[in-house]
């Protein structure tokens, strides 16, 4: 297969699958949180602050090391297994025995036990990293897509069982270890991990000094982008937590799960062709496109909707998640883009770009997060409003003169579509307080979103009718 033919064929799988499982978990998800309180989900989400935070250094980058090297063999691989098997060691101790530390800080037993159980994690993804490497390497996204999707939803079923049975956090606990565990079988099945570890790293400079910009990257984007749990956590509360969070995550998901096909084929792909210049620009470029496309009128309609999809989804108990899924989303697209561009940089053997972009945004976030929240959770969503924009702009400043890109063709490659959206959030809006006033809320919401689809695609019909016929040729391959 050529390479055209092999991403098209990766976004295929990985997005087909990926759609399959939230269309269950999803499912699964919105029973669970009428189940569960606010306040089981504000503990998991601290509790992920610290997990997901030691998994930054886990794999120490050496998973993209190994899709991005031009050559690999046995040796290395061996080296690179004990590696890792060192460092989750290690992460699997720290965090068990700093459990109780951390709980103390946060003043609350339960935080203890959920984190020395979230702990074995580390154990497990030991036998994740090169399997899952190697699979993007060769760019069999089918086999990855698949793994992932039955790993998901085998731990969204048993979420949703020990939910409905009184277990309360250890439903959401129980559910991401078997997604961990799956997966981990699942990999290894397809492509066998398990080998004599190495333990000297002979001959792995440039292999280690590529995983080690990546992990850093990892760590600083991490720092600045969960430092609003992490501050909300000790100064408002599990209960604002769990609101902000659930917010924050339905605001998000689009990005979380677009950025997460997208990057898992755009990497591997991206480093093919490393060498040509005008070829990486010019994909980077479309890739842009198609993201504004979709992304601007999704989460701007997220945000006009917000209401009705709180109400109908989650019940009235949740309705303190309103204001900040009105206002999360407007940023969300921009951070979809930038979560984008480091694709392309990382695979041209530029990754030291993506940790001075992070080194600035973890000095503007936490600072706005710590300001904001003087003023409560709408305060730290305006943290999001005013700081992102200042960041994104940085990033910019930094990645296009890599990508040899001008500014120029970078924002025509969005302009048009946000201006779309901009139009169809004002209509949606107004429809809120004038046509669709007093309907139910069933009614409404999809009065709402037929109402949304229709204005935004006919004024991209009017504005930019070609960036219509390009998404559909892409859809269509």
């Known amino acids: 297969m050529t390479i055209k033919a092999k991403v098209i064929s990766g976004l295929s799988w990985t997005a087909g699958a990926n759609l399959f499982g939230q269309l269950i978990t999803w499912g699964i998800t919105i029973v669970v949180m009428r189940i569960l309180s606010p306040s089981d989900y504000g503990l998991l989400a601290i509790a992920s602050i610290f997990v997901a935070f030691l998994s930054m250094m886990a794999a120490a980058g050496l998973g993209p090391a190994?899709?991005?090297?031009?050559?690999?063999?046995?040796?290395?691989?061996?080296?690179?297994?004990?590696?890792?098997?060192?460092?989750?060691?290690?992460?699997?101790?720290?965090?068990?025995?700093?459990?109780?530390?951390?709980?103390?800080?946060?003043?609350?037993?339960?935080?203890?036990?959920?984190?020395?159980?979230?702990?074995?994690?580390?154990?497990?993804?030991?036998?994740?990293?090169?399997?899952?490497?190697?699979?993007?390497?060769?760019?069999?996204?089918?086999?990855?897509?698949?793994?992932?999707?039955?790993?998901?939803?085998?731990?969204?079923?048993?979420?949703?069982?020990?939910?409905?049975?009184?277990?309360?956090?250890?439903?959401?606990?129980?559910?991401?270890?078997?997604?961990?565990?799956?997966?981990?079988?699942?990999?290894?099945?397809?492509?066998?991990?398990?080998?004599?570890?190495?333990?000297?790293?002979?001959?792995?400079?440039?292999?280690?000094?590529?995983?080690?910009?990546?992990?850093?990257?990892?760590?600083?984007?991490?720092?600045?982008?969960?430092?609003?749990?992490?501050?909300?956590?000790?100064?408002?509360?599990?209960?604002?937590?769990?609101?902000?969070?659930?917010?924050?995550?339905?605001?998000?998901?689009?990005?979380?799960?677009?950025?997460?096909v997208l990057n898992q084929v755009a990497f591997p792909a991206f480093t093919q062709i490393q060498h040509d210049s005008e070829a990486v620009a010019r994909q980077v470029l479309k890739g842009v496109r198609i993201l504004s496309f979709f992304a601007f009128p999704v989460l701007w309609g997220i945000s006009a909707m917000a209401p009705n999809i709180v109400t109908l989804l989650l019940g009235n108990k949740w309705n303190a998640a309103i204001l900040p899924l009105q206002l999360l989303p407007a940023i969300m697209p921009f951070r979809m883009i930038s979560n984008f561009l480091p694709a392309a940089v990382d695979a041209v053997g530029r990754p030291d770009v993506s940790v001075k972009n992070l080194i600035s945004a973890s000095i503007v976030m936490p600072t706005m997060f710590v300001v904001g929240s003087q003023w409560g959770i709408p305060g730290l969503c305006m943290a999001w409003l005013i700081g992102f924009p200042l960041v994104f702009a940085g990033n910019l400043i930094r990645i296009l003169p890599v990508l040899q890109i001008k500014p120029l063709q970078f924002f025509d490659s969005l302009f048009r579509p946000a201006v779309s959206a901009a139009i169809m959030y004002a209509v949606v809006t107004l429809s809120n307080h004038g046509l669709l006033a007093g309907l139910p809320v069933g009614v409404a919401l999809s009065a709402q979103v037929v109402l949304s689809a229709l204005v935004y695609i006919g004024c991209m019909l009017v504005i930019n009718r070609g960036r219509i016929f390009e998404v559909l040729n892409t859809l269509k391959l």
């Open 66 to 260: 190994i899709v991005q090297a031009k050559d690999i063999d046995e040796i290395r691989l061996r080296q690179i297994f004990g590696l890792i098997l060192v460092f989750n060691s290690i992460l699997f101790i720290v965090l068990f025995l700093a459990a109780g530390a951390i709980a103390a800080f946060f003043d609350d037993p339960r935080l203890r036990d959920v984190l020395r159980v979230l702990s074995i994690q580390f154990v497990i993804n030991a036998f994740v990293t090169i399997p899952e490497a190697m699979l993007g390497r060769e760019m069999q996204f089918k086999k990855r897509a698949l793994i992932e999707l039955a790993a998901n939803v085998a731990g969204g079923m048993l979420t949703l069982l020990l939910a409905t049975n009184g277990f309360g956090v250890w439903s959401l606990v129980g559910g991401s270890m078997l997604s961990m565990t799956g997966k981990a079988l699942g990999l290894n099945i397809v492509c066998p991990s398990v080998r004599l570890p190495m333990m000297s790293l002979s001959g792995s400079k440039h292999i280690l000094a590529f995983g080690g910009n990546i992990t850093a990257a990892r760590m600083l984007w991490f720092f600045y982008s969960q430092a609003d749990i992490f501050i909300a956590g000790k100064f408002l509360g599990k209960e604002a937590v769990g609101f902000y969070s659930v917010a924050m995550h339905l605001a998000s998901l689009p990005v979380q799960k677009i950025s997460g």
